[in-house]
């Protein structure tokens, strides 16, 4: 029961509340043994256009889509985790600035590249915009991460999306 309380059923990923409970506790070993800690928040671009052109069957298959992509890119030591709607957070513990960054961009183009197929129609593909912050790089505390990535995210969609936006 408790397995099923921390999953997303749609994805299979880890869900929000998994993440608010992991998060703070990797905050914490963060800043007890001195380690960086990397969040990126994830966002499918025009989610919501997608899902109005081609339906919500087919936009539950982009998101399961993208849930592969995400978890194919990322080290088993890294937690991916679905936090609603079309928004995924990925936390990278002892990963630095550089290398969340890094990760974000493979992201982006890994996801450019996979079409979104439903029902045996090529649908084209999605876009990604990401934020990304870091501890001790971008905040005194561990857990400020969170609210600079997401202030990174939205500056990534104020940008144009289908970018990268790194806080600080």
């Known amino acids: 029961m408790q397995k099923f309380s921390y999953e997303d059923a749609l994805t299979g990923l880890k869900n929000r509340r998994y993440f ?21 928040i994830v966002d499918i671009d025009h989610f919501k256009r997608f899902n109005d052109t ?3 069957e087919a936009g539950d298959d982009a998101l399961r889509i993208v849930a592969g992509i995400l978890q194919k890119q990322f080290r088993d030591s890294d ?17 630095t600035s ?6 974000a961009n493979q992201l982006c183009e890994a996801v450019r590249e996979v079409p979104i197929i439903h029902r045996e129609r090529d649908l084209g593909v999605l876009a990604v915009s990401v934020g990304v912050a ?10 400020q991460i969170l609210t600079l990535a ?8 104020e940008a144009g999306r289908d970018r990268v936006e790194i806080s600080g």
């Open 79 to 95: 937690i991916v985790c679905r936090c609603g709607g079309e928004e995924f957070v990925v936390v990278m513990p002892g990963a």
């Open 54 to 56: 081609h339906g919500h």
């Open 150 to 157: 997401d202030k990174a995210l939205y500056r990534a969609k």
């Open 20 to 40: 608010d409970q992991l998060f703070e506790h990797e905050s914490a070993v963060s800043q007890r043994n001195d380690l960086p800690l990397s969040l990126l």
């Open 98 to 103: 550089d290398a969340a960054r890094d990760k």
């Open 134 to 143: 870091n501890w001790p790089d971008d905040g005194e505390k561990p857990l």
